[in-house]
């Protein structure tokens, strides 16, 4: 059994002191496959001094040094591609030809885009008699989920190591192994001592992250329910916050849309990973003369997602990644029926001996009140609404907590892109548009707020300082 047991801390692994270790489980067999031996408090202590020490000497790099520090990072991750897909198929689940495609391709986009960003960020402006600065804001602790591992610690290492900041990363102990590879490829590239630090824990070592007094800033991925108790302790100490949290993302298709095109989109949107995207497009809202039409082109297109072994070619979905999240997915589809709904799943997952699948499913004749349209999901589940007039089907587009993303199709591009201008979200994606990681990403309300990707997750890292009479 693979055995995580060292952190990083001063640009070293070094064992970690506790005693205290955390199972790492393979959805597929649902056996343990590894385990992480967690930090103890004194571990966590000496890397967030790890990472306060090495602020004055990074902060002050030259833009150059930290465009070369991302390039030899990029360059070490590419390196891994076929290491990360192999852990992500046996902790995560996710099929190899996922893991070798999307988990890999945007982080290392992500990297490309933010070495590209460095000169463009305003470093300095004149104003008056005044310098304004922007300068890193000093240490970071990020805490990172598992349903990405690799695109959301780069997300947020990126950013910050091109502020000049330094930082302590706190991964999901689900998908281990795919921050251990990281750290592994942050060591080859040889970025200084204590600027990436690593500590491995549950709820325990993020506390310690957001209580501590050298911690400037916390970065979170997560659910929103956890975003909120970060931000009130983080509140404590005046922390600076940035929060990507859940979402319940609409996908709508305008009367005049391609249907045939927009569903293929839709439905892939829905069930890669497993669901388990934050933007996953899981509210489907069409005109109600189609919907009949529509909800058996649906579960048609369903079948072509295998589900399997994440390690077998023929494989589209793998397992959820743990067996809590497929008890709740569960719990919401029985709520679901009993509230109404049909629930339509493609597919028998209980042929598989093991693993802890979930089926491709359709969840129709749903109503906006029912918690499957309120409640974020995370699993292969599309929901099915109908709207009569286009002011109504915005009106469903927005009638959530959430806004982290969403979609919208017709053949009119005008009209598609003033639909899409009043979606209270960060990020709508137009027919089908392909993803643009130059851009800002990050919500509105309950899918919180702050920006990563590109120059805006450098600016996320940055404040502003103010000296007057330099003119």
């Known amino acids: 059994m693979k055995v995580y047991a060292e952190h990083y801390v001063n640009g070293r692994f070094t064992p970690s002191s506790s005693t205290t270790t955390i199972p790492v489980f393979n959805p597929s067999t649902e056996q343990p496959t590894a385990q992480v031996v967690a930090c103890s408090p004194n571990d966590i202590e000496l890397a967030i001094q790890s990472a306060t020490n090495a602020l004055s000497g990074w902060s002050h790099s030259t833009l150059e040094e930290r465009s070369a520090a ?28 996922l893991g070798e495609g999307m988990q890999m391709s945007m982080p290392l986009d992500n990297l490309a885009h933010t070495i590209t ?51 302590v990363l706190k991964p999901s102990e689900v998908a281990a192994g795919a ?125 072509d997602w295998q589900v399997g072994d994440p390690f077998l070619p023929d494989t589209r979905l793998g397992p959820v990644a743990t067996a809590a999240q497929l008890d709740s997915i569960q719990r919401q589809l029985e709520l679901a029926h009993k509230q109404g709904a049909q629930v339509n799943q493609v597919g028998n997952v209980r042929d598989l001996p093991t693993g802890w699948y979930c089926s ?23 929901s099915l609404l109908t709207y009569d007039d286009i002011s109504e089907a915005l009106q469903l587009a927005n009638d959530s907590a959430y806004g982290l993303s969403g979609a919208v199709w017709s053949q009119d591009h005008d009209q598609a892109v003033q639909f899409a201008q009043g979606m209270r979200t960060g990020q709508v994606v137009i027919n089908g548009a392909a ?30 300082r103010s000296v007057q009479g330099v003119f």
């Open 435 to 464: 993803q643009n990681l130059a851009t800002p990403f990050g919500g509105w309300g309950d899918s919180g707020f702050g920006r990563e990707n590109g120059r805006f997750g450098i600016e996320e890292c940055l404040n502003y």
């Open 179 to 303: 921050a251990q590879l990281f750290m592994e490829a942050v060591h080859e590239a040889g970025l200084p001592a204590g600027v990436v630090n690593l500590i491995w824990g549950g709820r325990a070592a993020g506390q310690a992250l957001f209580t501590h007094p050298a911690i400037n800033q916390i970065s979170f991925t997560g659910s929103t329910n956890a975003g909120r108790q970060i931000m009130a302790t983080a509140a404590q100490s005046l922390k600076r916050v940035m929060l990507e949290l859940g979402g319940k993302s609409a996908a709508i298709l305008l009367p005049d849309a391609d249907i045939g095109k927009a569903l293929t989109h839709v439905v892939r949107s829905s069930m890669v990973n497993s669901g388990q995207t934050c933007v996953n497009q899981s509210r489907l809202i069409v005109p109600s003369q189609h919907a009949e039409s529509i909800q058996a082109q649906v579960l048609e297109l369903m079948q």
């Open 360 to 382: 491709p499913t359709l969840v129709s004749h749903a109503q906006p009140h029912m918690d499957i349209i309120q409640e974020e999901t995370f699993g292969p589940v599309l």
């Open 117 to 167: 960003a460095l000169p463009e960020v305003q470093w300095q402006e004149k104003i008056g008699n005044a310098l304004v600065e922007r300068l890193p804001i000093g240490v970071i602790g990020a805490i990172t989920p598992w349903n990405f591992p690799i695109h959301q610690i780069v997300a947020k290492v990126a950013g910050a190591v091109a502020a000049g900041c330094t930082i």
């Open 70 to 97: 991302l390039q030899r990072l990029a360059t070490a991750l590419e390196q891994r591609k076929e290491q990360f897909a192999q852990v992500l198929a046996t902790e995560i689940g996710c099929p190899l030809w």
